[in-house]
């Protein structure tokens, strides 16, 4: 294999990471809202909120970043406050 060879094989198996990634965050994002429209009901209390992203955390083991992302939702609100 010709080192031109090798630099473009390297690029695509870069790109296809890449891609893939971008698939399974699409794929992660569809699930959460699937659980979303499970839950019934509006989203308007803090506390119900607060609710959702520790749902979404133990269901999928994400961050509180990447819950609070998907679904919307200011970090704030579902921190305690004390």
């Known amino acids: ?3 031109e060879e090798a630099r473009r094989l390297k ?3 870069d790109e296809n990471k890449r891609l893939k990634e971008i698939v399974a965050e699409q794929t992660l994002d569809i699930r959460y809202s699937h659980v979303e429209a499970r839950r019934g009901g509006k989203l308007v209390s803090p506390s ?3 609710a ?3 749902d979404l955390q133990a269901e999928f083991q994400v961050s509180e ?3 609070c992302k998907v679904g919307k939702r200011a970090r704030d609100v579902s921190q305690e406050r004390w």
């Open 52 to 54: 959702a992203v520790l």
């Open 1 to 3: 294999m010709k080192a």
């Open 11 to 13: 690029e695509l198996e």
């Open 48 to 50: 119900r909120k607060r």
């Open 65 to 67: 970043r990447r819950a």
